[in-house]
């Protein structure tokens, strides 16, 4: 029988019951991260230009490791779509397990991080400042395939309010601590982007304590037997890996090639550096919660074809999409009317900065362009996400690197380095890039394909299933 909160099976409130702590969680990364760029750019025109190079790079070398770790999220919403509670705690100790995998081989990326950001030809001021930003970050980066990990066992069921909980409260802990150390402030020592950095890394502890402690709690232990699964499952750790291998190289590529865009762009002069690192910046305010709605997609269509219900899980993908199109929309809408409000927050004028002036000037043209791929955007994560949550992961990252490093890298080399282009058509031809991108997983997701996936390998019948935020239990 149908209750009142899930009349409408994919609809609206189902789609954001599920995604607006999504939202506030990953909005509140985006604060974080917009308070902490400008406590930079207050503190040191220098360190808002090293921040986001060496920032990026070190979620480049980091991100396939989260993806990986976190594709047990779609484990976990299958199998509590599919009625087995012992399923989602056992795919959660996978990931965390795989997240403690990863945490040597992040440390050993360290030098490879450092020899690119050498060579990316940035003025000797700004590089020494990326290269402690970028080797504290990577020295903590455990902390975001295991937060990754760890997360996917309350958002896979529905419950993302937890979630919401632990990461608004990690990233508060975050925001308190870059101003104690960037500007010396309550007996902390003045350690500008280093202190960012360290922020960062003691702040990522925050959720993961807090989910941790609830995850091995007794009521979670005698609903999903979450202390007695939390060893190595070779079999099930090979299927998360089959799966979500695809979705890690996928999030590395295309971070990558984001990542290469952007130490490239290092060529053009400080001003165009600045803008056009501050205009990303900004853009964090939209990006995060569309990840927060890509990732209730991929959770809702997870859930609903764990259920065999792939009607209604295509229903839920587009209901998301629509949801991030309007968020978007509103957002894109301050680009263009407030774009000296943001570049506000940003100047700091005086010796080394950049004027208020200078910085609109420029900048003004990058947000409307930014308005324009960020709706196109918009379609790449949340049906990208959704076809995630499917098990569709080969697609995914196929078409991602083809768009990323078949189409986005080599056509900004030959804007850069051989037409000698400028900010401009560098930024142009992201957005293009953007709508072939967009156009190729809307026709993905519209096709269908993915609905024949078997993620879990059935090989017995379906039990009764829940979705949404109800709670699995253990059958008696």
């Not at 890394?201 to 007794?218: D, E, H, Q, T």
């Not at 010796?351 to 409307?368: H, N, T």
């Not at 709706?375 to 995630?388: E, F, P, R, W």
């Not at 080399?413 to 930024?427: E, R």
């Amino acid at each position: 029988m149908t209750t009142p909160a899930n009349a409408n099976p994919g609809g609206y409130r189902e789609v954001l019951r599920m995604a607006y702590p999504l939202i506030i969680s990953t909005g509140s990364f985006s604060v974080m991260q917009f308070v902490d760029r400008v406590f930079l750019a207050r503190h040191s025109a220098v360190s808002i230009q090293a921040a986001l190079p060496a920032g990026l790079l070190s979620f480049t070398l980091i991100c396939a490791f989260m993806a990986l770790a976190g594709y047990a999220n779609t484990f976990v919403a299958q199998y509590h779509g599919s009625g087995d509670p012992r399923g989602c705690s056992r795919s959660t100790a996978q990931g965390v397990w795989l997240s403690l995998m990863s945490w040597p081989i992040i440390l050993l990326l360290i030098p490879v991080g450092r020899w690119l950001l050498q060579g990316a030809g940035h003025a000797p001021d700004v590089l020494a400042q990326e290269l402690d930003y970028y080797t504290i970050l990577m020295v903590g980066g455990v902390t975001i395939p295991m937060g990754a990990a760890i997360s996917s066992f309350f958002t896979g069921r529905g419950d993302t309010l937890t979630n919401m909980f632990a990461q608004v409260a990690g990233n508060v802990v975050n925001i308190v601590l870059d101003y104690a150390l960037i500007f010396g402030r309550w007996g902390m020592p003045e350690m500008g982007i280093r202190g960012a950095a360290l922020g960062t890394v003691v702040a990522g502890f925050v959720p993961l304590v807090i989910l941790f402690a609830l995850y091995f709690s007794r009521r979670m232990d005698l609903s999903f037997q979450t202390r007695s699964t939390f060893r190595v499952d070779r079999k099930l750790m090979a299927r998360l890996i089959r799966f979500g291998l695809p979705s890690g190289l996928h999030l590395f590529l295309d971070v990558s090639s984001f990542s290469a865009f952007v130490l490239m762009t290092g060529h053009m002069g400080a001003l165009p550096l600045a803008v056009s690192n501050i205009a990303l910046s900004i853009n964090t305010l939209a990006f995060m919660p569309l990840v927060g709605i890509s990732i209730a997609a991929a959770t809702l269509v997870g859930q609903y074809q764990g259920r065999q219900d792939p009607a209604t899980a295509e229903k839920a993908g587009w209901t998301a999409l629509k949801v991030g199109l309007i968020y978007m929309t509103g957002m894109a809408t301050t680009y263009l009317l407030m774009p000296r409000l943001y570049f506000f927050l940003f100047s700091t004028g005086g010796e080394g900065g950049f004027s208020l002036d200078e910085l609109v000037g420029l900048g003004r043209y990058l947000l409307i362009m930014m308005a324009t791929w960020g709706l196109l955007d918009t379609v790449n994560l949340v049906l990208s996400g959704a076809l995630k949550g499917a098990g569709d992961t080969r697609f995914v990252m196929w078409y991602s690197t083809a768009g990323a490093w078949g189409l986005l890298v080599p056509g900004q080399w030959v804007v850069i380095y051989v037409l000698k282009g400028d900010i401009l058509m560098a930024w142009g031809w992201l957005t293009f890039v953007i709508m072939i991108l967009s156009a190729g997983f809307w026709w993905r997701f519209r096709k269908g394909r993915w609905k024949s996936i078997d993620l879990l390998e059935r090989q017995e019948p379906l039990l009764p299933a829940r979705t949404g935020t109800e709670a699995c239990v253990m059958p008696e």
